[in-house]
């Protein structure tokens, strides 16, 4: 699993291609012997689609010529970081002698494997990239087409996902009565009741990008015996799944009166004997099915931290952990702020309640119009 993350913002202020350049020769002066990189996410401020292309290709480039039979996942998403970047980086390291961990690729999308003792662990990033641009439906139906792809490969299927990034070109649209967003979870609904025959659905997120199409990044895990995945609720939040009708905006897809809610669990927890992680799935200021602080980006964070904070609490889940005397600590915060100028607002309160956290913002739609911020987090607990 990963156990660091690192946040890289340039030095100076310049173009994409630039700035990035100050960013990878941060990754590269950092890395420490001992760890691994894992997976990259990359955000960019573009939001002109044919020149995203092609600095997508560019950066997509440059990271496999820097790390070549080392090469992490990596996905480039069209997110605008915080004035006056227009690049900001996240990188995920393991632990290079806890795992046996091999660089592969699937028709040009790089994934990673880790083998350890809690079983066989699959990172993969980008799925969808430049297909059917304009057509949500396809390019969800595309993206996890790549998924089976790279699970049957490996040997793995629906049944191992555990955590799961779902990034949505306009996620808020509404075309011809179908809201982007509703789209995307018709897709998933149907993908998973075809392929998932387990109880359960894997920590997640869902946000907007500034560009059309779906991209996917996902963590699949193959555990061993003495590893539990064990979902964790909020008691002050409904299960996404279990939402009602009328929260969930737009017609429902391929004929059916009803529409399907977002399949994730609000948290997840990957517990082994040594180690264990909870994926923290995309957290807003939402209680029961509600939106809190309508209007108000300060009452919806620091809503939106507490209900992470309910996530984490020691006496909920150190049940379900194997020795409880020591306690874990967030390894990341990724904090997705809808308006430009609440930056600062919301990295404040971040900063406040969750001093010396590697924490990366970046500017998004949320997949409600009424919500101005969404964090999500992974926790580490060593037993």
């Given at each position: 699993?990963i156990?660091?993350?690192?946040?890289?913002?340039?030095e100076?202020v310049?173009d994409?291609?630039?700035e990035?350049?100050q960013?990878?020769?941060?990754?590269?002066?950092k890395?420490?012997?001992g760890?691994r990189?894992?997976k990259?996410?990359i955000?960019?401020?573009?939001?002109?689609?044919?020149?995203?292309i092609?600095?997508?290709k560019?950066?997509?480039?440059?990271?496999?010529n820097a790390f070549?039979?080392?090469c992490?996942a990596?996905?480039i998403t069209?997110?605008?970081p915080?004035?006056p970047?227009?690049?900001v980086?996240?990188?995920?390291y393991?632990?290079?002698?806890?795992?046996?961990i091999?660089?592969?690729?699937w028709?040009?999308?790089p994934?990673?494997?880790?083998s350890s003792?809690?079983?066989k662990e699959?990172?993969?990033?980008?799925?969808?990239f430049?297909?059917?641009y304009?057509?949500t439906r396809?390019?969800?139906?595309?993206?996890f087409d790549?998924?089976k792809?790279?699970?049957d490969?490996?040997g793995?299927?629906f049944?191992?996902l555990?955590?799961?990034?779902?990034?949505?070109?306009?996620?808020?649209?509404?075309?011809h009565g179908?809201?982007?967003y509703?789209?995307?979870?018709?897709?998933?609904?149907?993908?998973?009741?075809?392929?998932?025959t387990?109880?359960?659905?894997?920590?997640?997120?869902?946000?907007?990008?500034?560009?059309?199409?779906?991209?996917?990044?996902f963590?699949?895990?193959?555990?061993?015996?003495?590893?539990?995945i064990?979902?964790?609720?909020?008691?002050?939040?409904?299960?996404a799944?279990?939402?009602?009708q009328?929260?969930?905006?737009?017609?429902?897809g391929?004929?059916?009166?009803?529409k399907?809610?977002?399949?994730?669990?609000?948290?997840?927890?990957?517990?082994?004997?040594?180690?264990?992680?909870?994926?923290?799935?995309?957290?807003?200021?939402i209680?029961?099915?509600?939106?809190i602080g309508i209007?108000?980006?300060?009452?919806q964070?620091?809503?939106?931290?507490?209900?992470?904070?309910?996530?984490?609490?020691?006496?909920?889940i150190?049940r379900?952990?194997a020795?409880?005397?020591?306690w874990?600590?967030l390894?990341?915060?990724r904090v997705y702020?809808?308006?430009?100028?609440?930056?600062?607002k919301v990295r404040?309160?971040c900063?406040?309640?969750?001093?010396?956290?590697?924490?990366?913002?970046?500017?998004?739609?949320?997949?409600?119009d009424?919500?101005?911020?969404e964090?999500?987090?992974?926790?580490?607990?060593?037993?």
């Open positions: 699993m156990i660091k993350y690192l946040v890289f913002e340039p100076y310049g994409i291609n630039e990035w350049r960013c990878l020769k941060e990754i590269i002066y890395w420490e012997k760890f990189l894992i990259l996410n955000f960019i401020d573009q939001s002109d689609y044919d020149i995203y092609k600095v997508r560019d950066i997509g480039k440059s990271v496999r070549g039979k080392l992490p990596f996905n069209a997110h605008r915080e004035k970047w227009k690049v980086v996240e990188a995920g393991a632990e290079a002698d806890s795992a046996i091999e660089s592969k690729s028709n040009s999308i994934y990673v494997i880790c003792d809690l079983g699959l990172w993969a990033c980008g799925l969808g430049g297909l059917f304009s057509d396809s390019a969800a139906e595309a993206a790549q998924m792809a790279i699970l490969i490996e793995m299927s049944n191992n555990v955590r799961q990034w779902n990034y949505i070109g306009n996620i808020l649209e509404i075309k179908f809201q982007n509703q789209i995307f979870n018709e897709v998933r609904s149907e993908v998973y009741q075809k392929f998932r387990i109880a359960g659905y894997p920590a997640a997120t869902g946000i907007g990008m500034k560009l059309d199409g779906v991209s996917l990044d963590c699949a895990f193959m555990p061993k015996e003495s590893v539990a064990v979902p964790v609720a909020n008691p002050d939040q409904i299960n799944y279990e939402y009602g009328d929260v969930l905006k737009g017609a429902a391929k004929g059916s009166v009803v399907h809610p977002p399949q994730f669990e609000r948290a997840l927890l990957v517990s082994g004997q040594n180690r264990s992680t909870l994926f923290i799935s995309g957290t807003a200021s209680i029961g099915q509600d939106t209007k108000d980006v300060e009452k964070t620091v809503v939106t931290l507490d209900n992470i904070n309910k996530l984490t609490d020691r006496t909920r150190a379900d952990i020795n409880d005397k020591n874990g600590k390894l990341l915060l702020v809808k308006n430009q100028e609440d930056f600062k404040t309160i900063t406040k309640y969750c001093p010396e956290v590697p924490s990366i913002y970046i500017e998004s739609d949320i997949c409600r009424n919500l101005l911020v964090v999500e987090a992974e926790f580490l607990i060593i037993n």
